[in-house]
């Protein structure tokens, strides 16, 4: 028997042949994984198995089963009826797939009303559903609203309002991107125990390390169509196309080293601590030599982003000192290139402006535009085009580009290639080592993945509730942690 049987999907949008002939089986008990860069296709198909594809877009299929109900064959009421009690879907983004303005419970309990399940004991099993997914206090969890959960919780919560129809097929699409790691890793052991307990688990990833701790199968999708597939031992230890090796390569963490670089002391950081609501950052202190590389790791909010607008002069501390040993340049690269970039702006009068704002002479800004495009990798063509025309790697480069029209001497990086692929994040990370080297900058790199601080920094400060549990060389620190929450970290993560 097979949970999912799909035969022969392709799907066109635009008169464009996205998925082209995919094959999929899936058996209860059992986790099978779709891996591959954005526009792969990989959502899409999953999507298709929800009957839930975009406006535009058309599917045919030669044959699709979902828990034995002939899916091909249903009208929309039809698919209403199979989603959430056959079939049910796991987003990304909890906060925005959650109803702001209802509290955890009635989400949870809202799959069990549209199938009319368990009345009169409904708020039982919100319950026992919310214990299921290991959110602690599940009553006092019930009655909260979405922004009063983390982000670990709300995607627990988003799970147990998945499981409430009891659905024989999982689709998990993405739903632990932009988690933390040690969250990640809780939430991808849940996901393999509903498999254990015999649901069929369908898991869409870009990254091969979440893929390895959860999934029994990996196919690997490019451009449309499956190019690879097998257990995920086989296709990880032995995989036989370049770009299979290529997504698996940019997924693995191998500690920078780079000994002999180790210049002035640019910055000392005495006892700062700020505070909000609550302490953001208590009691920082440590240096920042030029030339070198700093990650400052931790889970969301540890400090780090409010650590980093310090170091920026964008937030002043309450207490100790920020010290430059003298009058430095510094320039912050943002998380969310497409928030940070005026939308109505093309991407060339956007760093214009920064060249103006640089006194950069008006006559010499057209030329400096096209040579800081060029310099992060980026055809000047791409000037005239706007945020949203540009893909999420090329707006991370002109991000960077936007930065170094000012000449920094030192940059910092809050998460800056967080929401990229493994191959995409490769390219951006290799740019700013190049870039480092070129123009001798000194780099603070904010991020919660440990496989990104591996990459690019020297030196790393772990950071949790606030306080610097453990700092130093990436190497030492990485490879013998001596705070238990460090060691948490790295066996979440490496």
Known sequence: MTAIRLRGLRIEIDAQRVVDGVDLDVAPGECVAIVGESGAGKSLTARALLGMLPDGAHMTVEELRVDDTDAAALSENGWRGLRGRR???????????LDPLRRIGREVAEPMQIHGLHRGRRD??????????????????????????SGGMRQRALIASALAADPAVLVADEATTALDATVQARILSLLRSIADR????????HDFAAVRRVADRVLVMR??????????????????????????????????????????????????????????????????AAGRTLGIVGE????????????????????????????????????????????????????????????????????AVDRLLSEVGLDDALAARRPRQLSGGQRQRAAIARALAADPQVLVLDEPVSALDPTVRARVLDLLSRLQ????????????????????????????????????????VFT???????????????
């Not at 290139?337 to 920064?354: K, M, N, Q, V």
């Open 300 to 367: 969301s909010g540890s400090g780090k982003t409010t650590l980093a607008r310090m170091l920026v002069g964008v937030e002043r501390p309450d207490e100790g000192s920020i010290d430059w040993a003298r009058a430095q340049r510094v320039q912050l690269v943002h998380q969310n290139p497409l928030g940070a970039f005026d939308s109505r702006w093309t991407i060339g009068r956007s760093i214009t402006e920064a060249l103006q704002a640089a006194g950069t002479p008006r006559r010499e800004r057209r030329r």
């Open 223 to 288: 451009e449309g169509r499956i190019i690879e597939q097998g257990t995920v031992t086989e296709v990880m230890t032995s995989p036989r196309e370049a770009y299979t090796r290529s997504l698996i390569e940019a997924s693995i963490a191998t500690p920078r080293t780079r000994d002999g670089v180790s210049g002035e002391v640019l910055l000392q950081v005495r006892d700062a601590s700020k505070r909000f609501k609550r302490p953001a950052v208590v009691g920082a202190s440590f240096t920042l």
């Open 124 to 149: 039982e099993r919100v319950v026992q559903l919310l214990g299921s997914v290991s959110l602690p206090e599940p009553e006092q969890r019930a009655r909260s609203h979405p922004h009063e959960l």
């Open 87 to 97: 079939i049910a879907l796991v987003s990304q983004d909890a906060l925005a797939a």
């Open 437 to 476: 080297v070129e123009r001798q900058l000194t780099m603070v790199f904010v991020s919660h993945d440990l496989a990104v601080i591996a990459a690019v920094c020297d030196d790393v400060l772990v950071m949790r509730d606030g306080v610097i549990v453990e700092q130093g060389r990436v190497a030492d």
């Open 480 to 494: 013998a942690p001596q705070h238990p929450f460090t060691r948490e970290l790295v066996a979440a993560a490496l």
């Open 198 to 205: 015999g649901r069929a688990v369908l898991f869409i990833s």
